[in-house]
T-cell receptor, first 113, second 110 residues
Framework: DAGVTQSPTHLIKTRGQQVTLRCSPK?????VSWYQQALGQGPQFIFQ???????QRGNFPDRFSGHQFPNYSSELNVNALLLGDSALYLC????????????FGNGTRLTVT | KQEVTQIPAALSVPEGENLVLNCSFT??????LQWFRQDPGKGLTSLLL?????REQTSGRLNASLDKSSGRSTLYIAASQPGDSATYLC?????????FGQGTTLQVKP
């Protein structure tokens, strides 16, 4: 049973560019959430997707957007990249958007130069 | 606004010691509290989840407690091993929005 998979594992972009990160949830899960983890910090909640809708959002600017597809996979898009966007981006999936345990992928390491 | 604080930020112990990691949160209106482990540069592995109606959960050498009224949770690790070395994160959940603590980085020396 495949867990949460994220691609790519590493990415290097230049300031001002746009990036798309991808996530496939654990089998049977329909809810996906995204987190940004800067070096030495705890993850920060970006947003949660359920039934192809953004259900919850953290304190991130509109440059961060997402999408959930009918097969429950998800994308995180970041426009106009800043140096401060360099971080580990984690995707998590769960059985529902409320109270179920989260299962995390290994993350995408984004470096903005 | 929920704030989650973990103390200590770092901890180094000799192998075999029992230890306690602390987590405090400001808003008691939570659905559950979860403890995760994170190895360097990796994703998070769930250790224990305590529902808001529960007081504790146990898994092997790990025991987590929850006191909503005082806004506190503890993770107890018995007979620590070098393989327990990692960062431990405390997370509160409310309607699907997770708030993480900064983590406690544990080093267990052989």
């Amino acid at each position: 049973d495949a867990g949460v998979t994220q691609s790519p594992t590493h990415l290097i972009k230049t300031r001002g560019q746009q990036v798309t990160l991808r996530c496939s949830p654990k089998s049977g899960h329909d809810t996906v959430s995204w987190y940004q983890q800067a070096l030495g910090q705890g993850p920060q909640f970006i947003f949660q997707y359920y039934e192809e809708e953004e259900r919850q959002r953290g304190n991130f600017p509109d440059r961060f957007s997402g999408h959930q597809f009918p097969n429950y996979s998800s994308e995180l898009n970041v426009n106009a990249l800043l140096l401060g966007d360099s971080a580990l981006y984690l995707c998590a999936s769960s059985l529902d958007p409320y109270n179920s345990p989260l299962h995390f992928g290994n993350g995408t390491r984004l470096t903005v130069t | 606004k929920q704030e989650v604080t973990q103390i200590p930020a770092a901890l180094s112990v000799p192998e075999g010691e029992n230890l306690v990691l602390n987590c405090s949160f400001t808003d008691s209106a939570i659905y559950n509290l979860q403890w995760f482990r994170q190895d360097p540069g990796k994703g998070l592995t769930s250790l224990l989840l305590i529902q808001s109606s529960q007081r504790e959960q146990t898994s092997g050498r790990l025991n987590a407690s929850l006191d909503k009224s005082s806004g506190r949770s503890t993770l107890y690790i018995a007979a620590s091993q070098p393989g327990d070395s990692a960062t431990y994160l405390c997370v509160t959940s409310n309607t699907g929005k997770l708030i993480f603590g900064q983590g406690t980085t544990l080093q267990v020396k052989p």
